[in-house]
């Protein structure tokens, strides 16, 4: 009687283990291989002009009142964070262009186009910010308006 239940358990154990083993083995099989992700700078001409790469559009319903819609994009490529404390800003002399297609032909139905100023509050220091940004700016020296 021992025998029998001792091969049970190990035949139970040799089981479980062999399925657990087909599971790993399953799952590495068909998991999808990593995609690279997107360099921002594969268009030829933006390459040479990286203030005015938009590297991402992002199009979502607001989650606070979902009878909004969010638009958001990003421009200037690869701005690591130990790129600070001046960061690139963005370029004065750039349109930066949000076209909208409301119905699907292709056409922009209408176009978010915006263009930024600088304020420099202190031209004494080449400084980006003259101390912590508080939530009034004030130790903010390179203030960008749009």
């Not at 032909?105 to 912590?132: C, H, K």
Request: hydrophobic residues 40%; charged residues 20%; negative net charge.
């Amino acid at each position: 009687m021992k025998h029998k239940r001792f091969l049970l358990r190990a035949l139970t154990a040799a089981g479980t283990l062999a399925l657990g083993l087909t599971m790993v083995a399953t799952s590495v099989l068909i998991t999808a291989p990593a995609a690279d992700a997107s360099s921002h700078r594969e268009a030829p001409l933006i390459s040479k002009d990286a203030y005015a790469d938009n590297t991402d559009t992002y199009v979502f319903v607001s989650p606070e009142n979902p009878d909004n819609v969010v638009l958001m994009g990003s421009w200037i490529p690869f701005e690591g964070p130990e790129g600070g404390p001046n960061y690139f800003e963005w370029d004065e002399n750039v349109l930066y262009d949000i076209h909208v297609d409301n119905n699907g032909d292709a056409v922009p139905d209408f176009t978010y186009t915006l263009q930024a100023s600088v304020d420099v509050q202190n031209p004494a220091t080449f400084l980006y910010n003259t101390g912590p940004i508080g939530a009034d700016g004030s130790n903010w020296n390179r203030q960008q308006r749009y």
